[in-house]
């Protein structure tokens, strides 16, 4: 039996540690808590009844603008691709890319590369040759859209899918971007993947080719304080009132649930690997975490803790045989359509250094992983057919949970979950349906900041304590709540007056040719797992330090002569004269002390003798590269002619090699283009 008295003062935390089998965080009085975040006692008085007076006032969020969220051709749809995407990715996605383009229409938009105002998205150098992602600010006002207030598609599109690395496009970015916008995230291993979720979206799409029935499965562990309240306070709740509001509405959705002692791995394994799989899946238990020394980080954070675990009571139990984790989900498994939303610590990824940083001594945020990461589980049920997951980044908290006996009584802390839980029921995309999670986030950063501000100046009714806790607390816990998926696709549901629904079509895999760029489906005999080698700290590069010099000329330039082969003689001429000419990759970097007019002549597009030439990258045809580094004298250094104390001048390399990066994207198209010229002449030249 759990003490009710104790439970008002205390603070649970979500996650267990799968390295050493004990809590992320051990539970810790309010006052505790208090003491570490601004450094000095709670008092007593303010405690219990002042800190929990403040959580019954909270307040239900709602969207309101003058396009309707359920149409993509009223609210548009766009693409973010970090500048140097991989142009395999960018081709593996074109099944999507297309559908969304037909529904959008005017308001499609592509931000990828650097061409005009829509390039992709950026780093930058700061003044110590550090790089640095652009804000959501900078991001929409350098491509003409507003950076505050309501999405207009005119200028931005209100659906934005962000594809790739969170190294490459962070997800503090994603999470500025999410207040305004209905953002989502995919990043998978290989252009296989991406063509894979690509293909399974389209043909979720597909007008009756797949209708789901209306059917939700509620998993709700419940072995400890922390999972106990989260059952008792979110997932029972939940359930019921889900049930009243599709019973008011007649919305026809049937309501199961795997709770307590039901709540097994062997249990969620049958679910969703079985042939009945649901439709909207909802769990809530302990996300397991790993020591960043762990070889398993990577593939098995974020895995759903059940109900087995006995927390070290019984010695011969294994941790592994108790979470559910990517490998646990059959590669046969189809789950199309399916959508998930787990409230579990790193359920939907992992930043490289802590976001909550709660210890007082230290000044920088400690590193728990080599880099940011998307979590394998969520990429492995959108592989294998789901189309997007509501999931946490890094540490997920109790605050939604954790009222006083009047809300709790009450159930008025699950307006913000009711109501995404339901437009997710009614058909709404999923970005829409958690803009009442986005909207929350910003009201309490709002609130966060005008109450430090108040205390800071000692205003008349400034908070307290106990008040800015409930308030650091609530934002950190509304901010990482992310979409890994389209943030544009719904529900396949099944019309609430039929009453049964055809089963899910057979889940092909897709291949994909990178060589022709172009992704087709067979049946399968697996959807496979890429295995990610583990990164130790001594061989990690951050993604500055990174070039990729895969031109491959060589083998564009084969299938240009191969074109040419049967066209005519001077026709074959003009064309290898262009192959030759663009064979050679040249890339020249100048510096100027003077005034840019004087250092280059717009009109002759050359530069003068006032302009320097500082580095050069020069990649032949047959793959030979040659480099120019910049140079520079090292700090301190006194001039002398015999100075031979030099250091490579990293910030003008930096952007060098960046300048490379681009000119390799787009010769390489362009080499394409030419090809497929050449394929066009050759079909004239010989009739076909």
């Known amino acids: 039996m759990i003490n009710n008295d104790v439970k008002e003062n205390m603070l649970y935390f979500n996650g267990v540690n799968g390295t050493t089998g004990q809590y992320d965080l051990e539970p810790m009085p309010i006052d505790k808590f208090a003491e570490i975040i601004f450094e000095q006692p709670l008092p007593a008085d303010k405690h219990a009844a002042g800190f929990y007076k403040t959580f019954i006032e909270s307040e239900d969020f709602g969207l309101a603008d003058d396009r309707d969220p359920k149409e993509i051709g009223q609210a548009g749809w766009g693409v973010i691709f ?7 990715i960018i081709a593996a996605l074109e099944p999507l890319r297309n559908l969304r383009k037909e529904q959008a229409g005017d308001y499609y938009y592509e931000y990828i590369g650097y061409k005009g105002e829509r390039r992709g998205y950026h780093y930058e150098i700061n003044d110590k040759g550090e790089w640095r992602g652009e804000s959501k600010q900078k991001f929409l006002e350098g491509r003409g859209a507003e950076s505050f207030g309501p999405a207009d598609p005119k200028y931005a599109p209100y659906y934005l899918l962000i594809v790739g690395d969170p190294q490459k496009i962070p997800f503090k970015f994603q999470y500025q971007l999410d207040v305004q916008y209905a953002v989502g995230r995919i990043h998978f291993r290989n252009p296989q993947e991406y063509a894979q979720y690509a293909h399974n979206v389209v043909l979720a799409e597909t007008p009756q080719k797949i209708l789901l029935p209306r059917e939700a499965i509620f998993f709700g562990v419940e072995h400890d304080d922390a999972t106990v309240l989260s059952a008792n306070h979110l997932v ?3 359930l019921k009132q889900l049930g009243e509001v599709s019973e008011e509405f007649k919305m026809g959705w049937e309501f199961k649930s795997l709770l307590q002692d039901q709540a097994t791995k062997d249990n969620l394994s049958a679910l969703l690997n079985g042939t009945q799989a649901p439709t909207l899946l909802f769990t809530a238990s302990h996300g397991v975490s790993f020591d960043l020394s762990d070889d398993r980080q990577e593939d098995r954070q974020g895995a759903l803790l059940c109900q087995d675990w006995k927390f070290g009571k019984d010695p ?18 189809n789950l199309l359509g399916l959508m998930a939303f787990h409230f579990a610590c790193y359920s939907a990824g992992t930043p490289r250094q802590n976001d909550f940083l709660i210890a007082r001594d230290i000044k920088k945020p400690p590193q728990i992983a080599h880099k940011d990461f998307v979590a394998r589980l969520p990429q492995r049920l959108l592989l294998n057919g789901a189309l997007a997951a509501v999931a946490h980044v890094e540490r997920a908290w109790e605050y939604s949970i954790s009222y006083s006996k009047k809300a709790r009584k009450d159930d008025k802390h699950l307006a913000t979950y009711r109501s995404t839980m339901r437009r997710l029921m009614d058909g709404h995309p999923v970005g829409s349906a958690l803009e009442f999670f986005n909207e929350r986030y910003g009201e309490l950063s709002a609130a966060l900041t005008q109450g430090v501000e108040d205390r800071k100046f000692e205003m008349p009714g400034a908070p307290g304590q106990a008040e800015l806790l409930r308030l650091w607390k609530a934002n950190n816990d509304a901010r990482n709540y992310v979409i890994i998926g389209d943030p544009a696709s719904r529900l396949p549901l099944v019309d609430v007056a039929q009453q049964t629904s055809p089963e899910r079509p057979q889940l092909k895999l897709v291949t994909f040719d990178t060589a022709s760029a172009q992704p087709s489906s067979k049946e399968p005999d697996a959807i496979k797992s890429t295995p990610t080698k583990p990164t130790s700290a001594s061989d990690q590069t951050e993604p500055h330090n990174q070039l990729d010099y895969s031109y491959d000329l060589r083998d564009t330039g084969q299938n240009i002569a191969q074109s040419l082969k049967d066209v005519s003689d001077k026709m074959a001429a003009v064309l290898q004269s262009t192959v030759e000419n663009i064979a050679t990759l040249e890339v020249l970097t100048y510096t ?18 006032e302009a320097k030439l500082m580095a050069v990258t020069r990649i032949e045809f047959d793959g030979d590269i040659s480099h120019l580094v910049p140079v520079r004298k090292k700090p301190g250094e006194e001039e002398s002619e015999s100075q031979t104390e030099v250091e490579i001048d990293q910030q003008l390399w930096a952007i060098h090699r960046e300048m490379v990066t681009l000119a390799q994207t787009s010769k390489v198209a362009f080499i394409k283009s030419v090809a497929e010229i050449a394929g066009t002449l050759m079909g004239i030249a010989t009739g076909k």
């Open 82 to 88: 970090a500048h140097d995407e991989d142009p395999d």
């Open 592 to 609: 100027s002390d003077d005034n840019l007019k004087k250092a280059y002549h717009s009109d002759t597009k050359k530069f003068s003798d």
């Open 236 to 238: 029972k709740p939940l």
């Open 316 to 333: 011969a139990q294994k941790l592994e045989d108790c979470y559910f984790w990517a490998d646990n989900l059959e590669s046969k498994t």
